[in-house]
């Protein structure tokens, strides 16, 4: 409990950096960041991997992609306009990435990681860019960029489990369209019980007598479909992004957004955070040169991969600010462990060259004004 207490005291460093307004920090990334200086990096007092505090940040981390993809605006999917623009994007980012891969697996001699090198290169952080984005009050991101990051997002995930480990695709291929199909499962749920007057009804009678019964179903149903994810061995990322998804197609419910908010940010979200942080070693990048040009080079390739669309009118604030990296190199170093494809040099090195895109983000979010928003597609 103690550990636990220490966690959740550091993640207020998260709201403290958050708080100026001119070069405020995302909360996400000061929790990351105190998470690195307290965990095995530096001073060591934090214990990532107890099994109680690893259950609680896998939790949070579910939340996370779930909170951000509620907040989704589905509509963006059907506009041609903002399709055309984001899919344009993602493939002028896919071919940056594409070229930037090849650089640097022949520099480091590592042709085995051109795979997993494109997919951190090519992804974006929807976790990282929405907050981020929404903490600045009057501002409005454009459409087509939210799509962007959300279809780079998406495209990273699917395609992470196949590149690591080509040899499991059946098994990865069929985990993807289990989960997928719970998730349109859910959606024609709610929305049966929406039309029907039954998702209604039960909000009025718990908002009435202070039940609670939106955010302890919610709450079910991404357990449920976390403990699915796990029988299938797929990342539970796939179980808070298709949850939220389904939720956001039928409408977030205000007074659930609110609970969401309030069980993920006071609770589950700081855990998650500090703990991505603390389990960084940034010691063990920086044991061996060559893993210290890796970690540089996915840095800076994942943020000029993202910062070349500035030349075709993305903000360069959001051009930047949606080359963030964070689910998909903790995934990509949990699986590559695994299946034997990164050393534990090479994992520390790939949180490192994410470390450097979170920097980044945060530095381009404090940058945020009017007029960078507002010129956008």
Sequence with gaps: MSQLALVLLLGLVGPLLALPRRFAIPVAVGELLIGVVFG???????????????LISQIGFALVMMITASHIDLTRFFSKKDLFRAGRNVLISAAMALALSALIVNLLHLPALFGLVFVLLVSSSAAIFLPAVQQNEGFTAPGSVLLQVTLADLLAILLLPLVEDPSAFAREAIGVGVMTLAALVIFMALRWVNKNGLWKQMRDVSADRHFGLELRVSLILLLALIGLAQSLTVTIMLCGFGLGLAIAANGTP??????????????????????????????????????????????????????????IGVPWTLAALSGAQLGVPAAAVSIGLASGLLSAGQGAAVMCGALITIVVAAIAAARITDSSITRAH
């Design 254 to 311: 205000h007074r659930l957004a609110k609970q969401l908010f309030a069980v993920s940010e006071g609770f589950f979200a700081p855990v998650f955070f500090v703990l991505l942080g603390a389990n960084i070693d940034v010691r063990a990048a920086f044991s061996d040169p060559g893993l210290i040009v890796l970690a540089l080079s996915l840095g800076a390739g994942a943020v000029f991969t993202h910062l070349v669309l500035g030349f």
């Design 40 to 54: 095995q990096s530096a001073l060591g007092l934090i214990k990532p991997n107890l099994p109680s505090l690893e």
